[in-house]
């Protein structure tokens, strides 16, 4: 757990390239979902972000094998986090290959009473060029935000926040892999 001030924030974790590990900084290959959420917040602990971040587990799993077994236990852990008067946003840790189909449908299904924010990364953890500390930066900025509340569930890749009902994944290469709709 991270903390540096009163602002706490839940972060359940799905797996994804963003706990991707290599075993090599320029491997091609790699296994996502391999970082477990305690040792990812002992990792973002020394960033400075800001943020008490309190870490959960859903799931361990590269998004392609997304399904109802992990969408069931992350939507109720989200609304378990919403009743929370101590939680000031919720971020979800996601790999990016079903990243928008989940966003899209927590949009579609949650209240929009608190930041949520979904976050992943293109590149694995022991990668040269990790997006995944930049991105969950970012995604700890806009989720202790008050003014991302009542916007709807929110995408944050690539430096750039996203509504989940207009974003899409564009690239299968490169960090600017995601896009609004024209
Ligand atoms: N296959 C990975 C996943 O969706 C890709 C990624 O996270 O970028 O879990």
Partial sequence: ????????????????????????????????GEIGIDDYLEKVGGL??????????????DSADMGPGVWNPLHAAIAEAMADDGCRGIIVTHGTDTLEETAFLLDLTLPAD???????????????GYDGLRNFANAVRVASDPDAAGRGVLVV?????????????????????FRGFP
Wanted: no cysteine; proline share 2%.
């Fill in 1 to 32: 757990m991270t903390s540096t001030n009163s602002t706490r924030l839940t972060v359940l974790a799905t797996g994804g390239t963003i706990a991707g590990i290599a075993g090599s900084a320029i491997a091609k290959d790699y296994r996502a």
């Fill in 48 to 61: 400075g972000l800001g943020a008490e971040l309190s870490g959960r587990q859903i799931a361990n799993i």
């Fill in 114 to 128: 608190k930041p949520v924010v979904v976050v992943g990364a293109m590149r694995p953890a022991d990668a040269v």
């Fill in 157 to 177: 890749m690539g430096d750039r926040v996203f509504a989940a009902r207009d974003v899409r994944k564009v690239r299968t290469r490169g960090t600017e892999a």
